[in-house]
């Protein structure tokens, strides 16, 4: 499995990870977001959508659970699964049709699905650091597609 580090000082770094992210980002990827509430999670996909284009608002999907952004290529799917208190409640939700060949899926709170969930092609965690000024993200590729989100520049971000 490999794996890349990145700090991150401030908000603004992680918008720019998400945006060097973007780039990298391909049809039928799944990235589970790992991260204590207030880790930066939906900045980070803020920094994604943003650099791929999307001007409207993005939020977190935590109420929602789901929300859906159409973006040229493929379809961009926000899960928020925080709210879960059981696995099956993804199956009964219906997501599972979203993971397909035409959309990018990127999910926080992959654990409240457990064993529901398909395999991540790539799983990024952020961690506080600095006594909560800033994050640190680990980025671990599960897959060949994982493995080339992995080779997105990260320094200076």
Request: overall charge negative; hydrophobic content about 40%; aromatic content about 8%.
């Amino acid at each position: 499995m490999d794996a890349v580090v990145v700090n991150l000082p401030d908000e603004s770094a992680t918008l720019a990870l998400g945006a060097r992210l973007a780039a990298a980002l391909t049809p039928g990827l799944y990235i589970e977001l790992i991260g204590d509430l207030g880790a930066g999670k939906t900045t980070l996909v803020r920094g994604v959508l943003r650099a791929l284009g999307y001007q409207g608002r993005v939020k977190s999907p935590t109420f929602t659970l789901l929300e859906h952004y159409p973006i040229s290529g493929f379809n961009l799917y926000h899960f928020d699964l925080y709210r879960f208190e059981d696995p099956e409640e993804w199956l009964d939700a219906g997501f599972r049709e979203h993971f397909n060949a035409d959309a990018v899926c990127l999910v926080e709170w992959p654990e409240k699905a457990e064993g529901c969930l398909p395999p991540p092609d790539l799983t990024l965690s952020l961690a506080s650091i600095n006594d909560g000024r800033g994050r640190q993200a680990t980025l671990r590729a599960h897959t060949v597609s994982g493995r080339a989100c992995l080779a997105i520049p990260v320094s200076g971000v």
